[in-house]
């Protein structure tokens, strides 16, 4: 499952969140400090592995 990065604009606290594909279109985001619903995703690298046909 990805793991989507947020920040608060409220109280600029980071925060992560581990969700399928089809949670994340489902879920309200909230600020786990201040419960607020002012978060903003942010954009992160991600890595992954492939096999390599000859």
């Known amino acids: 499952m990805p793991t989507y990065?947020?920040?608060?604009?409220k109280c600029n606290k980071k925060f992560s969140e581990t969700?399928?594909?089809?949670?994340y279109d489902k879920t309200k985001f909230r600020c786990p400090?201040?419960?607020s619903t002012r978060v903003k995703q942010q954009i992160t690298s991600f890595q992954t592995v492939t096999s390599r046909k000859s």
């Open 33 to 35: 400090k201040c419960k």
């Open 5 to 9: 990065d947020f920040k608060c604009e």
């Open 19 to 23: 969700l399928s594909v089809s949670e």
